[in-house]
Every structure is written in C-alpha cells, then in structure tokens.
C-alpha cells in the first residue's frame, strides 16, 4: 500500500528540492489526517526509503534516491540506466542482514590470520545466531572474547584458530558463542 | 474486546549496554555516570551490594570498593535504544518510545497475523530482544498501561508477567499505592490518610470518590488498574515543546564570575542550537546557578521580544547573573530554561530594520550550517570561551567513554558509524 504514496514523495522532492511535511503530503495525497501520513512515513522508512532526522522531519532513506523516477513522474521516457538500477542494494544491504543484530569488532590479535582476518580489520558480527560448522565465531572463553573457527565432532564443539601459533581450544563447559561474523571491513584510504 | 499492551523494559539499561559489550564485566559491579561524580545506573551485582541511583561516587567506594565506575557513553545507548524499538516494531506499529530504555507496545489483534497468542507474541520479542541485544529485558502484558507497567516491575530481570483484568488482584493487592505509574509523593500521603495503602485498596475505591477527589489523571489510572484502556499510546514523535532546558555540571567547581558565565553562555548557546532546530523561538528564560553544596539559585528573565538568538539571550541575561552571583562561592552547574515558545516568525520592531533582522537571520543559518558541516561549537561566541577552552570536566571524571576515544581509521572525533562496537580485544 505505501508504495504507492511514493510517487507523491518523488514528485515532491523533484518539485522543490526537499521532502514534503505530514500536511504537505496529506494533501497531495488526499489523505485525510496526518496519523494517515504517519503510518505511510513510518512504514516507508522502515522499508528503507525514508528516514527521520533528530527533530522528527522527513529525510530521505538510503533507498529513496535509488528509487527509478518511472511513469507518470517523470515526463518523457525512463531512461534504460534508471530502470536497471531498480535492483541495486547499497553496500550497508550488502554486508548486513539484520540490522537490529549487528556490531562492529574491530581486531586485535593474529589468531585468525590464515583466513584473511588482519589485525585492524573491522568486523560485522551479528548476535542471537546460531553458529553453524565452519562459521568464524566470537566464543567466550574464561571471560574474554576469542575469534575461532566453530566446529563440531559429534558432541564435542572445537574452536580452531587459523594461525598455525595458536592451539585449537576444547571448551568443557557449555561454550557461549557471544556473535557469528558476517563481513569484515577494511579501509585503506579517506 | 480488552486490548493487549506491552509494557518493554531494559534491565539496568545502561550498565547492562557496557557489560555486553565487554565480557571482562559480566558478573561484576558495574556503575555508570563516572563523568557526573554519581551512579546514574547500576548492575545488578552493584545492585545487590547497595550502590543506588544518584549515589555519589566516595559512597559507592564505601560500600563496593571493587565497583567498575564508567563514563557513560550516551551514543551508544541511544543506537541500542533505537534498536530496541525497532525489534519491537518488527511486531506492531503502534510502539511508544517512552523512555531510552523502555516503550509502550499494542498488539491488539495481532494474534491472526502472527499465528499465536499474545503471550507467545510477547515471549518472541523478549527473546529477540535478550539475543540480539546481548542483555535481558523485562515485559509486562495487560489490557492497560498502567497494568502493564506493573507487569514489567513485577520480576525484574529477565521476567514476562502477564497481568488480566481477571486476576488483577494477585498483583494489585500486594504491590504499593506509591509505584503505581503516576502517583507521586503527594497523591500518596492523601491516600494514606483515606487507609489507601496498594494499588488494589486504590482500584477497588469507590468510582464516584475518586472523580470527586482527585484529579483527571488518577481517575484514568483508576480505570486503567481495573483493566481499562483510556491511556492512548503515543505513537508520534515528539515536535512541540513547551520548554527547552540546558543544564551543565562541570569539575571541579569554580569561583571565577566569568567562567562560570562561560558555562552559562555555553548552555544558552545549545538551548538556541536546539529552539534553531525546531524552528522555535522563546520569551522567557530561567537561568540557575547550583553551588558545589547544591544550592540552586534562579531568577526570571523576560526578554523585550521572543528571540532564537544566543547574543540576545546572553546579553539579557548578563545582568541578572551578575545579581544572582555570590562572590567566592563555589559553583557546580548552571543552567538556562527557555519558555513562552513560539514557532520562529520574522517580527521587526519600531527599533529594528527589517533588513537588519534578515541579517541576523543569514549569520545564524551560516553558523548552523557550519555546525552541520564540521560539528557543533565549530564557531561560538566569545562569551563561551572559557567553557569551550576545556571539556566539562578536568582530572578523572573528564574520561571520555571508550567509543569517543578510539575511532575508526576514516571516522571523526565527531562522526561515528552508527553501528554499535563490541570493545573486546579478540
């Protein structure tokens, strides 16, 4: 249902460089309150299109200048390049499954080295996952936090480092897998 | 059809945020609001040795020596904050984010859409919520707010206590007039004396007594403990406000006049940087000054016509410091209130030219966009010098929280991603 109301949005944004207020887009739309405005905001900008700045204005999402000015909003033809980038996700997509989910780590140590993993690297770990075989986990060990890879022989869980110094660890006790890393980072220049 | 509320609750918000980002302080002590001098919040193993809220920090060496005192680091609880609502949003839209760490929820006739109860709805957002947070939340189901409310304090940490209109008695009759969500020290001292000592002597008075002798807001607290719900859920976000009110501690304390008006001129600066924001404009302002022994001093101040301009405000209130002022007193915080708030039109005077008013106006949306560009306070008024020379705080409590200190390659002093980090060494 919202999707169709994001014409209204583009149209706007085209027409006047920002994005329209609750009363603005009520009636552009003709819609009859602002709560109405309310629930569209608040579904588009969960979907990605909007968002909100600090004072509770429209801004536009990491999906809203992406969107292909099609149809009736633009006048003449789309552009073929438009209609290609319907289907493009933005880096954060791109790395990032859940979102509410996921921390950054930054690395220290040189345990996981062979896999690619350098100290300095930035990881994206998401929490509450469940580990599968060969998923590089942050386990925790007497208290501290330990990058290893998670494997399971029948019952026994071993954490296997990727760095021929370090020793695959046998936990005894329950082991708490703390995250599951999803993607690393590295930025070499600004 | 009785509705079904949520009532969310973050366990020790903020010192629960610092422990599931370190393993190091699982299990232990932990206190937060090092840079304030006092325990803003508390573990709950610094809990259970008796460090309460607002406890100074020579006293909470005296009763646990082995606390981990930590400044706090707003930033962050306010992604996990955002996060919080958003995992419950996943659920319903109608989510009210009442506080940092706690929000209202309905999830009235939701049961069809997520093909179970209302219990088993609650019991999938706290286990969303306990995993993908890392620390534990406390839920309350009722057909009100109020209940609700109740639920989420009925066993904390980690509980789902479910209230219905049917069984309210069991919690109403044993949980304390005073906690009710609502009723404050006043209400409660006129309730003890009509022997109104729980929630359930409360919802069990007479209807009519109640609109007679008290207020609106009790009579609703009223229906709301008997499993009415006549308290909407505040979905929008906050716009409009009535007051705007900077207050700022700073260490150690100080007797000079004019840095003490620096810290002053610095917290009108950010009280207009905010009336700015919203587009607002004030015409009255309260400033406070608190000495070291927290005696606070005020004084009213009405300017000659509403304005959003620091230069103003401050010059207005010069006067008024200077009277207010005890020489060789040692001050702690200052403090300005901004009221009478107006939304921000153009009104020259007989005294001023428009064309002069308009140039203010450029020179304060040059300066907001300065700040939007290379941070806030990148250009200031001479007045705040002093205050911004140095952070709030010198010595010890001046300890930045561990996420200002160290960024990432590529990020700022000012500009984080908004990702929250895990600070473990792995």
């Known amino acids: 249902m919202p999707a169709k109301y994001l014409q209204h949005f583009v149209k706007f944004y085209k027409a006047h460089k920002r994005l329209p207020t609750y009363r603005e887009l009520m009636q552009a739309a003709k819609l009859k309150s602002t709560n109405a405005v309310h629930k569209i905001v608040a579904k588009l900008a969960e979907e990605g299109y909007l968002s909100r700045d600090a004072s509770g204005k429209i801004a536009p999402g990491r999906r809203f200048l992406q969107l292909p000015l099609l149809g009736e909003v633009t006048a003449g033809f789309p552009s073929p390049a438009e209609e290609e980038l319907v289907d493009t996700m933005s880096l954060e997509e791109y790395l990032i499954n859940r979102k509410e989910a996921t921390y950054l780590l930054k690395v220290q140590g040189d345990s996981m080295i062979d896999a690619g993993i350098m100290p300095g690297d930035i990881l994206l770990v998401e929490r509450g996952r469940e580990a599968k075989e060969n998923d590089i986990v942050v386990a925790e060990v007497d208290h501290q936090w330990t990058l290893k890879y998670f494997r399971r022989k029948g019952q026994q869980v071993t954490l296997v480092p990727a760095n021929k110094k370090y020793k695959t660890i046998y936990p005894h006790e329950e082991l708490k897998i703390a995250a599951i890393v999803v993607g690393a980072v590295r930025k070499y220049k600004n | ?168 008695w069991l919690f109403l009759d044993k949980y304390p007039v005073e906690k009710v969500w ?114 606070d001093r005020g004084a009213e101040i009405q300017f000659a016509k509403s304005t959003s301009r620091p230069d103003e405000v401050i010059t207005a209130c010069r006067e008024v410091f200077s009277k207010l002022l005890r020489p060789n007193q040692q001050y702690r915080a200052t403090g300005i209130v901004l009221t009478g708030l107006t939304s921000a039109v153009l009104q020259p005077d007989l005294f001023t030219s428009m064309a002069q008013v308009q140039k203010m106006v450029r020179l304060y949306e040059g300066v907001d966009e300065i700040s939007a560009k290379y941070g806030k306070h990148t250009v200031f008024l001479g007045s705040s010098f002093k205050a911004q020379q140095f952070g709030a705080h010198q010595g010890e409590r001046g300890d930045a929280p561990e996420r200002a200190k160290n960024f990432l390659f590529g990020e700022t002093g000012r500009q984080h991603i908004d990702i929250p980090m895990l600070l473990a060494g792995v």
């Open chain 2, 1 to 168: 059809m009785p509705k079904a509320i949520l009532h969310i609750d973050g366990d020790a918000f903020f010192a629960s945020c610092e422990q599931s980002r370190r393993p190091e302080l699982a299990g232990k002590p932990v206190v937060t609001g090092k840079e304030r001098g006092i325990a803003s919040s508390m573990s709950y193993e610094a809990k259970a040795r008796g460090v309460t809220r607002g406890m100074p920090y020579f006293e909470i060496k005296k009763v646990c020596p082995e606390a981990i005192f930590l400044p706090s680091d707003y930033e962050t609880y306010s992604l996990l904050s955002k996060r919080l609502y958003a995992i419950v949003r996943r659920y319903t839209n109608v989510v009210e984010e009442y506080g940092i760490d706690e929000c209202f929820a309905d999830i009235t006739g939701l049961r069809r859409t997520h093909k179970m109860g209302y219990i088993q709805i609650a019991k999938k957002i706290k286990r969303e919520l306990d995993a993908e947070l890392g620390f534990t939340f406390s839920v309350g189901l009722a057909p009100s707010k109020v209940l609700a409310k109740i639920g989420s304090k009925w066993k904390k940490p980690s509980g789902l206590t479910t209230i219905t209109t049917r069984d309210r």
């Open chain 2, 182 to 295: 609502g009723i404050g020290p006043q209400t409660t001292a006129y309730l003890a004396k009509q022997k109104i000592f729980t929630a359930g002597d409360f919802a069990r008075a007479n209807e009519w007594w109640i609109k007679n002798n008290l207020t609106k807001p009790f009579w609703e607290i009223w229906q709301e403990l008997n499993g009415a719900s006549v308290l909407p859920l505040a979905t929008e976000e906050k716009s409009s406000y009535y007051s705007i009110q900077k207050f700022k501690t700073f260490t150690p304390p100080a007797t000079d006049p004019e840095f003490i008006f620096s810290q002053l001129s610095k917290n009108i600066e950010n009280a207009c940087i905010k009336l700015r924001r919203h587009k607002l404009m004030a015409k009255d302002a309260f400033i406070i000054l608190r000495t070291q022994d927290f005696h």
